[in-house]
């Protein structure tokens, strides 16, 4: 159920719902690149080749990896290319190569720390992620997140808003709730769920820079405590 531990923070009046892969976790080459790579060797590079055309866009890295597959796998038949590996095949070696490539990739510079700094601050802290419920167990346990978390959830991408319902539920004690992400599918998650949200700038989302968008923007971790902790101490 991606439940880590059990908070004893029952009474904090502050919350953060937190995004993992790109946030906390170094993993956008992992999941965008070398793990269908990896899953890939052996196939026509057509396949390959589909996959990418679809993570290319904005829309296709909000897709689960099964419906990405399925994307691709269309693609790939439309132009005859033969796939020698099941569709659970290819599944499953990508989520290995998941597995192993993200603990590899390790954590964003302090992010333990901040977490740690969270916690002795009286935060309660879920991370909920779009990442398949055993891969997300596997990286978080080998990485040192989860004990952190009150849970963690993961699955796919539209289960979110119910996993972020779900961990408010369980502290009506607080009064302020923030979600941190970098995607702008987690700034509609904050909307959905009614919470502020934080975003963490990326090359990608040129959050910032390119765009000044209308929520605080971070370029490092460790400005978090401080602006989650002046907007409590500011009401």
């Known amino acids: 159920m991606g439940e880590a531990k059990k ?16 946030v906390l976790v170094r993993s956008e080459e992992v999941k965008w690149r070398t793990a269908w790579e990896r899953a890939c060797a052996g196939e026509d590079r057509a396949l390959l080749c589909a996959i990418r055309g679809v993570l290319a866009t904005a ?27 099941s569709r659970e095949a290819l599944l499953a070696r990508f989520g290995e190569e998941v597995r192993h490539g993200v603990v590899a990739a390790g954590l964003v510079e302090g992010a333990l720390e ?16 779009g990442t398949a419920q ?5 990286t978080t346990a080998a990485l040192g997140v989860a004990p952190r978390m009150c849970a963690v959830y993961g699955g796919r991408g539209e289960d979110k808003i119910t996993h972020a319902k779900k961990a408010m539920a369980a502290h009506p004690s607080v009064t302020q709730w923030f979600a941190v992400g970098d995607q702008p599918a987690d700034v509609r998650l904050a909307e959905a769920a009614g919470v502020s949200f934080i975003g963490v700038a990326t090359e990608v989302n040129g959050w910032g820079e390119e765009r000044v968008p209308p929520f605080p923007v971070v370029r490092a971790l460790s400005e978090i405590p401080g602006l989650v902790c002046g907007s409590v101490a500011s009401r």
Do not use: H
Request: without cysteine; aromatic residues 8%; glycine residues 8%.
């Open 7 to 22: 908070s004893s923070r029952s009474f904090s009046s502050t919350g953060i719902l937190w995004d993992y892969d790109g």
């Open 59 to 85: 829309e296709g890295r909000q897709l689960s990896r099964t419906a990405l597959l399925d994307a691709a796998l269309a693609v790939a038949r439309e132009q005859g290319v033969m796939v020698r590996a």
């Open 114 to 129: 901040v977490l740690d700094a969270l916690n002795n601050a009286g935060v309660v802290q879920y991370l909920i992620s």
């Open 134 to 138: 055993e891969d997300l167990d596997y």
